[in-house]
């Protein structure tokens, strides 16, 4: 437990100084986007999974996910420094793309918060996400 919470503090510390550094550079606006991301992440992995548009499959994914990340068994001990959490971070993002592609799109934009053009990036910049609605 004690190797999660030190990677959680570093991608902490890392997300803040590079939104620190975009203030500084003058990108207001794209620091506030980095700045919510997680947050928005968040609440659209939680309207998705409580939402019955969605498939199935695609929730199921998400709880092995919850799991996977739960789980105190890990392909590369957390204990290994940046490699040990990474494990966790593949399978996390894995997951959500795979949710991302099964869900259409205007569900997601149901649930997103945060500005279209980010969920649009996220999903890899087509209309759909790659995914016919």
């Known amino acids: 437990m004690r190797g999660v919470l030190i990677g959680i503090g570093i991608a902490v510390a890392i997300w803040s100084l590079v939104v620190v550094v975009l203030i500084a550079l003058g990108r207001r606006s794209q ?61 996390v993002a894995l997951v959500l793309r795979h949710l991302l592609r099964r869900t259409p799109r205007s569900v997601l934009l149901d649930h997103w918060r945060g500005e279209p053009a980010t969920l649009e990036a996220i999903l890899g910049g087509g209309p759909s996400g790659g995914r016919p609605t």
């Open 31 to 91: 620091a506030r986007e980095l700045a919510t991301l997680i947050p928005n992440l968040l609440v659209l992995l939680r309207g998705l999974l409580r939402d019955p548009r969605v498939p199935r499959s695609a929730k199921l994914w998400v709880w092995f996910a919850v799991v996977w990340v739960a789980s105190p068994i890990d392909l590369i001990p957390e204990f290994i420094p940046v490699a040990g959490p990474l494990d966790d971070a593949i399978v």
